[in-house]
Structure formats: structure tokens, C-alpha cells
């Protein structure tokens, strides 16, 4: 049974850099791609990027300035997000995408705050 | 606003069955049948209850059902249970080779 695991820092200054790391146990990164997805307090899931086992990226315009997704080891992989505001302020997730066409597994979920 | 829009709430007693809409464009529903469903509860990990419009993951009820018409996708709960009370967000490909979400919609079971 493959389960995502994810940790990171959960309280952040303005202008500060998040940095999340998301460990597969049960698999590893081959053969998928891994996401970052966040859903802000009152508000709908965004998606963030992804990443593949080999490193090639795809990011949400939106934040493509901003995003950094990396592949630390065979079976972990990590997200940073630079310029942190307030409007960052939400609950981060990491999911396998199968065959390119949903997320079959999550992580439990990081909220992350933004406050001076 | 998200870019997929879903009703902000839905209500049904045991038993029953409801509906949830998901209203997209050309350019992620209507154009590829890779729609998803999600269940989300407060500090549990999300889970995928339908696939690519209509298909079940492995373990999920058959009461989960899902079907598309033009933008719109919808995902029907039959036989309501206390243990679907969940918020359930919509997702879609999209020609931008990105992948979009709906707002969620809060289902109450009575």
C-alpha cells in the first residue's frame, strides 16, 4: 500500500521561503508524476506543480515564478515556494498522479501559515 | 474563484441520493474525459472516489457514481450513508497540460 508522508516548517514570516518534503513509502517515484496541491482557508484546491522521477517539471503559471519541485531521492521529493504572503496561507498536499489523469494517493496534509 | 464551479453545499437524508455539478469549458471538462472526484475530512488525507469521469478506484463504493455531459461533469452518492458527510472537489486535465479544481461542495447528510 503506498502511503505519501510529508513534513515541513508550518509557521512562516512574510518574505520567508517554504520548504516542504514529501516521502513515498511503499513505492518510489518511478513511473509517476508527484504534485503539490494546496488548498487555501475557505477556498477551493489549487494545484501547484508537478514533477516526474527523471526531474522534468510543470508548473501552475500562476506560481511558476515562485515554485522550485525537486526530486531528493528515489523516493522523496520536495517543494519550495519563495516571497511567502499571507495569501500563501493554506494547507499543502502531496499526491501520485496516475497515468496522467487523477491523483490516486495523498498525503495527510501541512498547514502552512503566513504571518508576521 | 476556482476555475471549476460546483455548488457551495448539498443535503440528503440516508438513503437518499444527490448530485454534485462540476461546470467547467472546452478547455478542461469538455475537452478530455479525465475528470476526477475527491473526498476530503478535516485531517485525513484526500481520497480519489472517481476517475477519468466514471471509473471506480479499488475499494471505493459503487454507490459513488460519475458521468459527463458537454462541461459539466457530476458525481452522484446513491444510498447516502452518515460516513459520506465529506467536502467533494471536482478536478480536470486541461489544454495547458495543468490541472484545475472546483471550489468543493460541502455534502450534509441529514
Known amino acids: 500500500q503506498v502511503q505519501l508522508q510529508q513534513w515541513g516548517a508550518g509557521l512562516l514570516k512574510p518574505s520567508e521561503t517554504l520548504s516542504l518534503t514529501c516521502a513515498v513509502y511503499?513505492?518510489?517515484?518511478?513511473?509517476?508524476?508527484w504534485s503539490w496541491i494546496r488548498q487555501s482557508p475557505g477556498k477551493g484546491l489549487e494545484w501547484i506543480g508537478e514533477?516526474?522521477?527523471?526531474?522534468?517539471t510543470n508548473y501552475n503559471p500562476s506560481l511558476k515564478s515562485r515554485i522550485t519541485i525537486s526530486v531528493d531521492t528515489s523516493n522523496q521529493f520536495s517543494l519550495k515556494l519563495t516571497s511567502m504572503t499571507a495569501a500563501d496561507t493554506a494547507v499543502y498536499y502531496c499526491?501520485?498522479?496516475?497515468?496522467?489523469?487523477?491523483?490516486?494517493?495523498w498525503g495527510q496534509g501541512t498547514l502552512v501559515t503566513v504571518s508576521s | 474563484q476556482s476555475v471549476l464551479t460546483q455548488p457551495a453545499s448539498v443535503s440528503g437524508s440516508p438513503g437518499q441520493s444527490i448530485t454534485i455539478s462540476c461546470t467547467g469549458t472546452s478547455s478542461d471538462i469538455g475537452g478530455y474525459n479525465y475528470v476526477s472526484w475527491y473526498q476530503l475530512n478535516p485531517g485525513k488525507a484526500p481520497k480519489l472516489v472517481i476517475y477519468d469521469v466514471s471509473h471506480w478506484p479499488l475499494g471505493v463504493s459503487s454507490r459513488f457514481s460519475g458521468s459527463k455531459s458537454g462541461s459539466t461533469a457530476s458525481l452522484t452518492i446513491s444510498g447516502l450513508q452518515a460516513e459520506d458527510e465529506a467536502d467533494y472537489y471536482c478536478s480536470s486535465f486541461t489544454s495547458s497540460s495543468t490541472w484545475v479544481f472546483g471550489g468543493g461542495t460541502k455534502l450534509t447528510v441529514l
Open positions: 499526491a501520485r498522479g496516475s497515468t496522467g489523469t487523477h491523483f490516486d494517493y
Open positions: 511503499g513505492g518510489s517515484l518511478s513511473g509517476y508524476d
Open positions: 514533477i516526474n522521477h527523471s526531474g522534468s
